[in-house]
């Protein structure tokens, strides 16, 4: 564009008619395009043409993991694990190689706490199913509607699809899909999933030995923070519940969220607070991540933005054959991958991530100047990553910001080797 200019002034006759309609329209492109601010001339949208989406997701709403140790309980009855109809859609478990469905230790501790109703911790719920076939809906608006990016009927070759191998991740992960293609597919749905010892898709502290020793006593602290620790001891009185039970803000918000969206009330006490509890969960979640501690992010999410980062270099590169690369790449992850995630993209709102809530990566390239441009989205609405001028963010800015804290399975290995490392050579 700016080159154009140029050779425009090099040929302007010095007649003053012609330099001031020059001027006048020189006023007019300025006031149409307003430069960005870094001085880059904006971007002709209706030129970019989208490549390829990424979508992380929280499941949809679910019972709670662990119940609060009060007299009154909520009811949570077996009528809530009705599947609705149009929800239903087959789908097939693999590892990440194709081969047969890991074990789950999760669900197998799930499994071991009943609740008062009869359902079992993290479950699913039929109001969660319908948060998920909802933004299934949303999706399919955007790429198949919209924009006529997708098939409108589920196709392998266009969707990668991998969820942390939980059964409530994995049902959420069949009712997006049956909203975002209706129930209609030209070929078999498989989801990936790996084994929970080397999972990445949230931070992975039992197989991360350096993660887990950093974050155990700034959690343990986390507790005893001024502020923190009198809110918790009120909450708790309020509910009558004796200090050393193990509550804490994390479990105090997983009941609550879970209880309001249900419309479930076991205790005023949680109703009341509600609001504090979430931002006390918020405080404590960055006192024991803490941003400024690098290596404790790249270690909590670093593989995932690795893959995230790697997925989109395959479609960049003109060497990736067609079959290596989909136009959609789906990852059915949780709060705690969230929260992590969006600290090191510089867009986290100090809001918990709520159920069926979703961060959205675009690819777009432009088809004159070929250049290549990153839109991101959480919760459906336009975010400006850091390191990045606009919210159209050029791809090569992006990948600046996510370099800082993205790490190759080789890297990760070695930074959770640390500590282990360490303790060998005291002993």
């Known amino acids: 564009m700016i080159t154009r200019v140029f050779s425009v002034r090099t040929w302007v006759p010095v007649g003053v ?4 309609a020059y001027c006048v329209h020189q006023r007019r492109v300025a006031r149409a395009e307003p430069r960005g601010p870094d001085g880059r001339q904006p971007v002709d949208r209706s030129q970019l043409e989208l490549k390829m989406v990424q979508v992380v997701f929280r499941h949809g709403a679910r019972s709670p993991l662990k119940p609060l140790p009060q007299k009154q309980q909520a009811e949570w009855n077996l009528q809530l694990l009705e599947v609705p109809p149009h929800t239903q859609f087959d789908y097939t478990v693999t590892n990440l ?3 047969p469905k890991p074990h789950s230790p999760f669900d197998s501790q799930y499994r071991e706490t009943k609740l008062k109703g ?30 006529p990016f997708l098939s409108p009927t589920f196709n392998p070759l266009e969707v990668f699809v991998r969820s942390t191998n939980i059964y409530r991740n994995l049902e959420s992960t069949r009712c997006l899909l049956a909203g975002l293609f209706q129930c209609q597919k030209e070929g078999p749905i498989i989801i990936h999933t790996d084994e929970a010892s080397s999972e990445v898709l949230y931070p992975n502290y039992q197989n991360c030995w350096n993660l887990q020793e950093r974050t155990r006593g700034r959690r343990k602290a986390a507790s005893l923070q001024p502020g923190i620790s009198e809110d918790l001891q009120k909450v708790k009185e309020g509910m009558g519940i004796t200090s050393n039970d193990g509550v804490d803000f994390f479990s105090l918000l997983d009941n609550v969220a879970a209880e309001q969206v249900h419309s479930l009330l076991s205790c005023p006490t949680l109703k009341r607070f509600a609001r504090m509890i979430e931002q006390r969960a918020v405080d404590t979640a960055l006192y024991v991540i803490q941003g400024e501690d690098r290596e404790s992010l790249q270690m909590a999410v670093g593989p995932f933005l690795h893959i995230l980062e790697s997925n989109l270099l395959k479609v960049v590169d003109p060497a990736t ?31 918990w991530p709520p159920f069926a809530v979703d961060l959205t990566m675009e690819l777009y390239q432009h088809q004159e100047s070929k250049e290549w441009f990153v839109q991101l989205y959480y919760r459906g609405e336009e975010q400006v990553p850091k390191g990045c001028p606009d919210r159209l963010c050029p791809l090569d800015k992006f990948l600046n910001t996510l370099s800082v804290y993205a ?8 930074l959770c080797s ?3 490392v360490m303790e060998m050579e005291s002993d």
Do not use: W
């Not at 790490?407 to 070695?414: A, G, M, R």
């Open 17 to 20: 008619l012609t330099s001031l």
């Open 97 to 99: 190689a194709g081969g």
């Open 118 to 147: 009869g359902m079992f911790a993290g479950q699913l719920t039929n109001v969660g199913m319908q948060q998920m076939f909802a933004l299934g809906e949303r999706l399919r608006k955007n790429y198949v509607e919209d924009i």
């Open 321 to 351: 054959p067609p079959d290596k690369t989909r136009k959609l790449y789906l990852y059915a992850a949780h709060d705690v991958t969230l929260v992590p995630l969006l600290i090191t993209l510089g867009i986290f709102d100090h809001k």
């Open 407 to 414: 790490l190759s399975p080789e890297k990760y290995h070695t």
């Open 418 to 420: 640390q500590v282990q």
